[in-house]
Nanobody
Framework: QVQLVESGGGLVQAGGSLRLSCAAS????????TAWYRQAPGKQRELVAT???????TYADSVKGRFTISRDNAKNTVYLQMNSLKVEDTAVYYC?????????????WGQGTQVTVSS
């Protein structure tokens, strides 16, 4: 069984920064693509950023230049550094990972961490 556990969310003023972490645990042979998504109240879940096992990254236009996704393969952990936060960044942030286990590749989600940006 694989678990993804996010941490680092909280309340911050506009213009501030937060760093989210997502640690994977369990029987893990390899982690392929990892990603951060977010879901604001009343809105659909949206993709924020992705990073491959080869460290290629992509970002939603709304966060380019402000957010940075990274990963530490030795620790099975992915990070999201969020700078210059805006009120519209308020959402529950979820990490997602494609993990190779003994049963093959499976898609896993974390439980989410709340990020609230105040004006």
């Amino acid at each position: 069984q694989v678990q993804l556990v996010e941490s680092g969310g909280g309340l911050v003023q506009a213009g501030g920064s937060l760093r989210l972490s997502c640690a994977a645990s369990g029987t893990i042979f390899n982690i392929r693509n990892t990603a951060w998504y977010r879901q604001a109240p009343g809105k659909q879940r949206e993709l924020v950023a992705t990073i491959t096992s080869g460290f290629t990254t992509t970002y939603a236009d709304s966060v380019k230049g402000r957010f940075t996704i990274s990963r530490d393969n030795a620790k099975n952990t992915v990070y999201l550094q969020m700078n210059s936060l805006k009120v519209e960044d308020t959402a529950v942030y979820y990490c997602n990972a494609l993990v190779m286990t003994g049963a093959g590749f499976r898609d896993y989600w974390g439980q989410g961490t709340q990020v609230t940006v105040s004006s």
